[in-house]
């Protein structure tokens, strides 16, 4: 199952700080339409990468009032990026360093950013080391605390199952996720399969390093999960956006409401029907997400 729309962006590669071969998809508004506005960098989620940023990249590089460069990245691991020997390097601050790099190799000093789960904790980091960096921030079902219930379902469905062809791919992605999901549609369970997996020799392939997925097994969820509470503080700071699943297990109601209180600025944006993380091309996401974006450089 080929990738889509490939013209609409330019593949990019870069070095991280150790050396490590990572990719980006570049997606550049014709002419000077965008010139004058800062871009759009997102950040996928743990076993995510740039594929799920497609729809909404398109979206935004060509909007007709205001569009904008977007970059999606692929995390070392991830996607096209290479895989890392040392599998300790999978994790928060060496990722961290990452986008940093890739902000200084395709030349963006500053810049929107929208960080879906690991991502946005990414950018939790990034606002306390690097804030000169950030415009603007959008989280998409993410914050400085998570829940380790929904933590433990990412661990159980990405050590799970494996598809022998494309349509059970998408059937698993049905099963596992089907009941916070109940805006999807048959196309859009096809859709994220697509961006999950790679075709190798005609079957699905989880595109991630499987050592990403065997480091949740190690976690001891009978103790307190580590937060971000003091990393939000420096977020905070940022003209900020957050989007929750209206069934995320991952955020929970509790941990949203702290946000806004430590927040009093933050636009935030239920995702119904669906739960973590949400799709943002579906449904109004989008057109928040751009009405956010308008207030931005």
């Not at 990414?122 to 000169?132: E, Q, Y």
């Not at 829940?147 to 349509?167: F, Q, V």
């Not at 009093?264 to 949400?278: D, I, M, N, S, Y």
Request: net charge negative; proline share 6%.
């Amino acid at each position: 199952m080929p990738d889509v729309d490939a013209g609409s962006f330019q593949e990019r590669f870069y070095h991280s700080s150790d050396g490590l071969t990572l990719y980006a998809r570049d997606y550049r508004p014709p002419g000077a339409a965008a010139a004058e506005r800062l871009p759009v960098i997102c950040l996928p989620g743990l076993s995510r990468n740039a594929r799920d940023f497609h729809p909404l990249a398109l979206l935004l590089s060509r909007d007709r009032t205001g569009p904008r460069r977007v970059i999606a990245v692929d995390s070392r691991g991830r996607g096209n990026s290479a895989w890392d020997e040392n599998k300790a390097n999978y994790n928060l601050a060496v990722e961290t360093g990452d986008i940093i790099a890739a902000c200084t190799a395709f030349g963006i000093e500053r810049a929107v950013f929208i960080g879906t789960s690991r991502g946005g904790l990414i950018l939790h980091l990034i606002a306390a080391a690097r804030p000169d960096l950030l415009e603007a921030v959008v989280l998409n079902d993410i914050g400085p605390a998570i829940e380790a219930g929904g933590l433990a379902l990412i661990r159980d469905y990405l050590n799970g199952r494996k598809p022998a062809d494309w349509k059970e791919a998408a059937d698993i992605l049905q099963v596992n996720h089907g009941a916070s999901f109940t805006a999807l549609t048959g196309e859009d369970w096809r859709e994220m399969a697509l961006a999950l997996y790679r075709d190798v020799g005609g079957r699905p392939v989880a595109d991630f390093d499987p050592a990403i997925a065997e480091a949740l097994r190690s976690i001891d969820f009978s103790q307190p999960l580590p937060d971000l509470w003091a990393q939000f503080e420096s977020l905070s700071r940022f003209p900020l956006m957050l989007i929750r699943g209206e069934n995320s297990p991952l955020l929970s109601q509790e941990t949203v409401n702290e946000m806004a209180r430590l927040h009093p600025g933050l636009v935030l944006h239920t995702a119904g029907g669906q739960g973590h993380a949400p799709l943002l091309h579906l449904g109004n996401i989008s057109a928040a997400i751009r009405a956010f974006l308008a207030t931005c450089r």
